[in-house]
């Protein structure tokens, strides 16, 4: 189906759960939650999930990126009309060329009929590469289809840097559309595109984590194993009485690029029981009777 077909028929703001001035923060919170629920890692064997993780995915390609967004509004506002504007690669930086040919080369033009042998710089490609969590944190060599030239896709090698950032853009010199009139080629810009991972979120080296503990551990204090990415899980030690929300720095357990290595941050979440059974449900009634602390009394309460 062509993008711009694509666009106008498919509420990618429905698709992830927000509103269509969702800040671009709330729409990377929605979709990193989304994601983490729907991971095929996560759902082994549901297709349906497999489906909804691959819908939520393209909504983020395009609403998660504050300038295709803008491109995807501007075609909704438009409806049909909007059909000739955009390449099937997305945005196509060539309409300055077409606006400057029509400047130089039209009726009107000062130049005269000689303006039409100016060289002309071709068109700038737009392509976007999803990359697994692992690809990007490695580093990895694959290639992207580019728009077409000549009437076919070309496909286009490429090095990704170990280490790169969701919506990181990598330009390849030469690989866009051809100039005009022995003019250069435009370039080929990627924009990347990563998975979230089942337990890990990241920004920069840094990777984040929310670990779940029970009421007992974050009252009494506790030492918990927890995950790290590409090694050995390490002790975490909970002080007696952590609130939920608190958040533990574990060094050196982040992403190592280079000779730099990042931190892990480990974010408390008190899990609350969903069933108890009877002796459960007297034991707490007991303490909530002996127990005179007001947590709202600074309300009020």
């Known amino acids: 189906m062509d993008i711009k077909r694509e666009w106008l028929e498919k509420d990618y703001y429905a698709t992830l759960g927000v509103s269509s001035d969702a800040s671009d923060k709330e729409i990377q919170s929605r979709y990193r939650k989304l994601a983490r629920e729907l991971h095929p890692d996560k759902n082994p064997g549901d297709q ?8 939520i ?4 390609d395009v609403v998660g990126n504050p300038e295709t967004r803008n491109q995807y509004d501007d075609v909704r506002r438009m409806g049909p009309s909007a ?10 930086f060539g309409n300055l060329n077409d606006l400057l040919g029509g400047m130089f080369g039209g009726a009107g033009n000062p130049f005269g009929a000689a303006g039409n042998n100016i060289p002309r710089s071709g068109p700038h490609h737009q392509a976007q590469l999803r990359l697994s969590f692992d690809e990007a944190i490695e580093g990895i060599t694959t290639s992207v289809t580019t728009g077409e030239i000549d009437g076919a896709s070309h496909s286009v090698k490429i090095r990704i840097p170990a280490g790169v950032d969701d919506g990181k853009r990598i330009r390849v010199k030469g690989k866009g559309g051809k100039g005009s009139n022995g003019g250069p080629p435009g370039d080929l810009i990627v924009i ?9 979120t990241r920004e920069g080296k840094t990777l984040s984590l929310d670990l779940p503990v ?7 204090g506790a030492d918990i194993q927890i995950p790290t990415y590409g090694g050995d899980p390490v002790t975490l030690r909970l002080p007696p009485g952590t609130e939920s929300g608190k958040m533990f720095r574990v060094k050196e357990k982040g992403i190592t690029v280079g000779a730099s290595k990042g931190d892990l941050l480990v974010t408390i979440e008190i899990a609350i029981p969903k069933e108890l059974n009877d002796q459960q449900i007297t034991s707490l009634q007991a303490y909530a009777q002996t127990n005179p602390e007001n947590p709202r009394e600074d309300l009020g309460n």
């Open 214 to 220: 029970t009421f007992p551990e974050a009252t009494l």
């Open 57 to 60: 995915s393209t909504a983020y």
């Open 83 to 92: 059909m000739g504007g955009f390449s099937s690669q997305g945005a196509d």
């Open 48 to 55: 349906k999930a497999e489906d909804k993780f691959k819908e």
């Open 192 to 200: 990347i595109r990563v998975s979230p991972h089942t337990l890990f």
